[in-house]
């Protein structure tokens, strides 16, 4: 479906932003993603972002790695520069682009299997490194495209439908981010536009790390009693070459509430999410309250949204390093063949 081209017919009265841009502009080619899959909501929250802060979109760099989150960034900003890189590998490319063009803004997609598992490595050093990046993973604690085993982000007890229970402890991402430096941490659910959508928006504009852990469920391979954030695995490979499936539409699931409140959000599997939303009196300055707030509502089986920790005067990559302004592509010979004489100043500061 990626290779249809979205219909270019918009209405005459259609809402333009200070740019002169339409939202369609920020959209992309048509979602192959199951339907009623959260990504596709997180990636509508992203054209409506970038829609109202009058990106302009050939100024965005978007990477992601593998898995069904890391199909999304086709599906959004279509005009914007893009890189699909190899499994849990997006954080590094990312950062090189970074190193080479200051000047672009970098959005990152991840999931939780590319994230949590083959690419926490990576994860952790774009945290600690002080990227200059939005890091967006759309965690639903399965492994999409390999038919819905447990990713790392699946929660201890989690029982599948063919009641194998999860043994592993969980990796709690949002939390990783907060030890490791990152300056913008938050987390939010795919089905709550009205939270995730000025989160992006507060991300996309720090200047540093920016993390949001954004709970998406599957609608696919988690559709069981018993988990917590994903539905149930599917059914046992047969080995028979015409055995067909149908994987029913559903609809989206949507949450709204007040801050400070808990809400109890029913999954199609009958599943329950608790999500707990930051009061208005939370502190978001606070790094350790922060992670404190996290594991007291973990231990009462509570997810917390909202803002985490954010720092305005946080510093990124290219400070420590103190980079060049100017992108690599645009620095002439003088600058790049100083001569002989730099070439000895700067290795007998070496020695």
Known sequence: MTYLAKPKLLAADAPRNALGYTRRDYEGA?????????HDSISAAVVQACFDLDIEPHKVAKLSGIGCS???????????????????RMPSVLTGAALANRNLLYLGVS????????????????????????????????????????????DKGTKSKKGVINSDNPIDLAALAL???????????????EQLVPLIKGALRHGGPAFIDVISPCVTFNNHAGSTKSYDYVREHNAAVNR?????????????????????????DGSILHLRKVGVDYDPSDRIGAMNHLQER??????VTGLLYVDSSGQDMHTHLNTVEKPLNQLGDAYLCPGSKALEALNAMLR
């Open 244 to 268: 067909l499936d149908v994987i029913l539409p559903k609809a989206q699931i949507e949450a709204s509430y007040p801050p400070g409140s808990l809400r109890r959000v029913v999954q199609h």
């Open 70 to 88: 890391s199909k999304t960034p086709d599906y959004f900003l279509g005009n914007s520069h893009g890189f699909n890189s190899v499994h849990g």
């Open 179 to 193: 030890q490791l430096g990152a300056t913008y941490v938050a987390r939010s659910f795919s089905g709550d536009k």
């Open 111 to 154: 999931g939780d299997g590319d994230s949590a598992s083959i690419g926490i490595g990576q994860f952790a050093h774009a945290m600690r490194r002080g990227v200059n990046m939005t890091y967006i993973v759309e965690n639903n604690g399965v492994y999409g495209l390999t038919k819905g085993q447990f990713s790392a982000t699946a």
């Open 30 to 38: 048509i979602s192959t993603l199951c339907a009623g899959c959260g």
């Open 298 to 303: 973990q231990a009462l089986g509570e997810i």
